[in-house]
């Protein structure tokens, strides 16, 4: 599956953005989505992941103010974003998961988006 992010831009510290992640196929079908992201000289980090049954899980910096969810009928997952904080700035990538079986051992199967950048100034 192909994902297409989108939403990202500057903003003021305090203000709001929405990404978008629009996915090639049905979503129904995929396991967990979610974003992480990825500002200049650190390594990715999970921000928000959403399950197909709609349980959500948010990074402790974010919680409160980041709202992951998904339109299955849209094929799309959204990260709406408030209170945005300077560290806040970064790469923002989609990410799509599915978990199998494989003889008898679960593995994980990845697909990313093209990541969008969020600038938050202060």
């Known amino acids: 599956v192909q994902l297409q992010a989108s939403g990202g831009g500057l903003v003021q510290a305090g203000g709001s953005l929405r990404l978008s992640c629009t996915a090639s196929?049905?979503?129904?079908?995929?396991?967990?989505m979610g974003w992480y992201r990825q500002a200049p000289g650190q390594e990715r980090e999970l921000v928000a992941t959403?399950?197909?049954?709609?349980?959500?899980n948010y990074a402790d910096s974010v919680k409160g103010r980041f709202t992951i969810s998904r339109d299955n009928a849209k094929n799309t997952v959204y990260l709406q974003m408030n209170s945005l904080k300077p560290e806040d700035t970064a790469v923002y990538y989609c990410?799509?998961?599915?978990?199998?079986?494989?003889?008898?051992?679960?593995?994980?199967?990845?697909?990313w988006g093209q990541g969008t950048q969020v600038t938050v100034s202060s």
């Open positions: 959403i399950t197909s049954g709609g349980n959500t």
């Open positions: 990410n799509a998961a599915w978990y199998y079986n494989a003889y008898g051992n679960i593995r994980r199967s990845d697909s």
């Open positions: 196929e049905s979503v129904f079908s995929i396991n967990v």
